[in-house]
């Protein structure tokens, strides 16, 4: 399980002394606990344990790439350096992502499937492959072979 991962890492960069890694994993912990929590008051159902962990580190990769971007284009490479960082550690856990040619391929099987043909499926084009390839795919590299797929 990604969990047990992520803790067994936890340790072995403490015992190591890395302190950039062992902050960046704690964080890591800390939200994954943060939607434990969160899942255990709503009244949504929980899902599997590591695509909630999955889902987790996508979301913090994300916003990792967003704040790089930011960064760079604010000229602080220095704190662009170090969500660099972070991001290549909340990497190691994620499950390997589709390349493009396999996101072309999952797309056209889904649009044979639905039998899209305008730009006007693509919401069922986009539901069909965020339920069966979700955890990975890059929805934004996704979304935008879609549009070019049915337009």
């Given amino acids: 399980m990604i969990r047990d991962d992520i803790k067994s890492a936890t340790i072995t960069a403490m015992k190591a002394k890395e302190k950039e890694r062992t902050a960046t994993l704690r964080q890591i ?13 709503s009244s949504k159902e929980a899902p599997e344990d590591d695509e909630l962990v999955t889902q987790v580190l996508l979301k913090m990769a994300k916003q990792r790439r967003e704040s790089i971007a930011m960064y760079n284009d604010g000229g602080r490479e220095e704190l ?20 493009e040619a396999a996101t072309k391929a999952a797309i056209e ?43």
């Fill in 80 to 99: 662009a350096a170090a969500e660099s960082a972070e991001l290549v550690i909340i990497e190691e856990f994620l499950p390997q992502m589709m390349d």
């Fill in 109 to 151: 099987a889904i649009k044979a499937d639905v039998g899209a043909e305008s730009i006007k499926d693509m919401g069922k084009v986009m539901g069909q492959l965020k339920a069966k390839h979700g955890n990975e795919l890059d929805m934004g590299l996704a979304s935008g072979l879609v549009k070019a797929a049915l337009t």
């Fill in 29 to 41: 912990s800390a939200k994954i606990k943060d939607k434990d929590i969160e899942l255990r008051t």
